[in-house]
């Protein structure tokens, strides 16, 4: 197949990007429009490839999105705003990528006559599950900004399937983690500033609970989905791993061998879903299983973070990120209670660089 992959250059789809030339011999055209998730870097690898090309582009923008879907087989759609506390901050950029940029994206793709239209959703759609699992056909019922852009995608996908025929498919992931991700989610937030001695944000008392998925699990789902599923389905892509976020910080810094002390307790967000869990049974019974436990992929995570800091360094010293970081979490700590001491100090180094070194003599998996 020759298929296009939107949004290719962020986290999962550049990692989606690398299992399908190492898995299939198809060629991948990604269409990107490099916002401050998207990094060129993510694929550099792959730039002397032949069967990898690059488009920069929005997917809001309908002529970019005809030029880059021409002679294509297959749509994988990773572009996406996709950050909770961003959606709260700034919702209309969600709509507009989310909402309008999937719909220009099925036009396109039902005037080229795509033989498989894939659309990577997340199981925040379903809103906040306080009990037991949600099956596919479970209500949406969006508790953000983020989720409802993505409810929204999800449904006109569905109704470009009802209508026009468009051979489509959804894939809900659960909370995903591993190289390349963009540090404003959890776990690169938490590994990054403590790697420089500083204070880790935790949002209220760190009691929500999120099912982690390892990032090759997901994207070789993906993959499964798109070559075996049903169209007009959802799939389900759980990680059968759920934690409270503050275990997982917890591990994080017992890995870096850094002290608990430096968890800083932030006013929670608006709206903050206390749980999530979805029920992957359709999945399996596709055939697709997880290859990596929580554990392993957890330090591999980890270790990619401390080798790696060439690649995350600058990211996190960006004017930008830098706005955004402060906004989000020290301005959030000054304004209520919650924070340990006088105000988070949380762009303030507390200790030491430390040793790049597993703690106790282990050797990174």
Same mark, same amino acid.
């Given at each position: 197949?020759?298929?296009?992959?939107?949004?290719?250059?962020?986290?999962?789809?550049?990692?989606?990007?690398?299992?399908?030339?190492?898995?299939?011999?198809?060629?991948?055209?990604?269409?990107?429009?490099?916002?401050?998730?998207?990094?060129?870097?993510?694929?550099?690898?792959?730039?002397?490839?032949?069967?990898?090309?690059?488009?920069?582009?929005?997917?809001?923008?309908?002529?970019?999105?005809?030029?880059?879907?021409?002679?294509?087989?297959?749509?994988?759609?990773?572009?996406?705003?996709?950050?909770?506390?961003?959606?709260?901050?700034?919702?209309?950029?969600?709509?507009?990528?989310?909402?309008?940029?999937?719909?220009?994206?099925?036009?396109?793709?039902?005037?080229?006559?795509?033989?498989?239209?894939?659309?990577?959703?997340?199981?925040?759609?379903?809103?906040?599950?306080?009990?037991?699992?949600?099956?596919?056909?479970?209500?949406?019922?969006?508790?953000?900004?983020?989720?409802?852009?993505?409810?929204?995608?999800?449904?006109?996908?569905?109704?470009?399937?009802?209508?026009?025929?468009?051979?489509?498919?959804?894939?809900?992931?659960?909370?995903?983690?591993?190289?390349?991700?963009?540090?404003?989610?959890?776990?690169?937030?938490?590994?990054?500033?403590?790697?420089?001695?500083?204070?880790?944000?935790?949002?209220?008392?760190?009691?929500?609970?999120?099912?982690?998925?390892?990032?090759?699990?997901?994207?070789?789902?993906?993959?499964?989905?798109?070559?075996?599923?049903?169209?007009?389905?959802?799939?389900?892509?759980?990680?059968?791993?759920?934690?409270?976020?503050?275990?997982?910080?917890?591990?994080? /810094? #017992? *890995?870096?061998? @850094?002290?608990?002390?430096?968890?800083?307790?932030?006013?929670?967000?608006?709206?903050? =879903?206390?749980? +999530?869990?979805?029920?992957?049974?359709?999945?399996?019974?596709?055939?697709?299983?997880?290859?990596?436990?929580?554990?392993?992929? /957890? #330090? *591999?995570?980890? @270790?990619?973070?401390?080798?790696?800091?060439?690649?995350?360094?600058?990211?996190?010293? =960006?004017?930008? +990120?830098?706005?955004?970081?402060?906004?989000?979490?020290?301005?959030?700590?000054?304004?209520?209670?919650?924070?340990?001491?006088?105000?988070?100090?949380?762009?303030?180094?507390?200790?030491?660089?430390?040793?790049?070194?597993?703690?106790?003599?282990?050797?990174?998996?």
């Amino acid at each position: 197949m020759r298929i296009l992959v939107t949004g290719g250059a962020g986290f999962i789809g550049s990692n989606f990007v690398r299992l399908e030339l190492a898995r299939h011999d198809d060629e991948v055209v990604v269409l990107d429009k490099l916002t401050y998730a998207g990094n060129p870097a993510n694929l550099r690898e792959f730039e002397q490839n032949p069967r990898y090309s690059f488009i920069l582009g929005d997917i809001a923008d309908a002529e970019v999105v005809a030029t880059a879907m021409d002679g294509i087989d297959a749509v994988v759609n990773f572009a996406a705003e996709s950050h909770v506390d961003r959606s709260i901050i700034d919702p209309g950029a969600f709509i507009t990528t989310d909402v309008q940029g999937v719909y220009i994206l099925l036009e396109a793709a039902r005037r080229q006559q795509i033989e498989r239209f894939l659309h990577v959703s997340t199981d925040e759609v379903y809103g906040e599950v306080p009990n037991g699992s949600v099956s596919e056909d479970a209500p949406l019922r969006p508790r953000s900004p983020y989720a409802a852009s993505k409810a929204g995608g999800d449904l006109l996908v569905y109704a470009y399937f009802v209508t026009y025929g468009l051979p489509t498919l959804v894939s809900r992931g659960s909370n995903t983690f591993g190289p390349y991700q963009y540090p404003e989610k959890l776990i690169p937030v938490m590994i990054t500033e403590a790697l420089d001695g500083r204070s880790v944000p935790v949002y209220g008392r760190g009691q929500q609970v999120r099912d982690w998925l390892a990032v090759e699990d997901h994207c070789s789902a993906i993959d499964h989905i798109l070559r075996h599923g049903a169209v007009g389905e959802a799939y389900n892509v759980g990680g059968g791993n759920e934690y409270q976020n503050l275990d997982v910080v917890e591990r994080i /810094l #017992d *890995a870096l061998g @850094r002290p608990r002390s430096l968890i800083s307790y932030v006013p929670d967000r608006p709206g903050h =879903d206390i749980r +999530y869990s979805v029920d992957s049974t359709k999945l399996f019974q596709l055939g697709w299983m997880r290859a990596h436990t929580f554990d392993e992929a /957890l #330090d *591999a995570t980890v @270790r990619w973070y401390v080798e790696n800091d060439g690649w995350w360094r600058p990211l996190k010293e =960006d004017r930008d +990120y830098r706005a955004y970081f402060q906004r989000n979490y020290e301005a959030r700590g000054e304004q209520g209670p919650g924070a340990r001491g006088q105000g988070l100090g949380l762009t303030k180094p507390r200790l030491p660089t430390p040793d790049p070194r597993p703690p106790g003599g282990r050797s990174w998996p």
